[in-house]
């Protein structure tokens, strides 16, 4: 069955970094578009970053556009995300989505911790 572990969050202060990883199993992972989802309390689900199959694309939200770089390594089917100048409203469960290329459905993680606080 398909697994997607997430692991890297915790607490941080503000201006600090985290890189999150999450590593998956039961999917040929060179063929899915993997991103990185995360919820606030109160707040719906948003993207933060996906990736495409390849690595050659990257998309962003605005919100994590130049402090957040997705990547992968298809070797170790894995994707990580790395967040600089982390800030308050940076708080939230991550959670690690990966979507096969050409489907309409995904699977999730089960989420980890981002706390950013002084």
């Known amino acids: 069955q398909v697994q997607l572990v997430e692991s890297g969050g915790g607490l941080v202060q503000p201006g600090g970094s985290l890189r999150l990883s999450c590593t998956t199993s039961g999917i040929i992972f060179r063929l899915y578009v993997m991103g990185w989802y995360r919820q606030a309390p109160g707040k719906q689900r948003e993207l933060v970053a996906d990736i495409t199959s390849g690595g050659g694309s990257r998309n962003y939200a605005d919100s994590s556009q130049g402090r957040f770089t997705i990547s992968r390594d298809n070797a170790k089917n894995t994707v990580y995300l790395q967040m600089n100048s982390l800030k308050p409203e940076d708080t939230a469960v991550y959670y690690c989505?990966?979507?096969?290329?050409?489907?309409?459905?995904?699977?999730w993680g089960q989420g980890t911790q981002v706390t950013v606080s002084s």
């Open positions: 989505n990966a979507r096969r290329v050409g489907s309409t459905t995904s699977d």
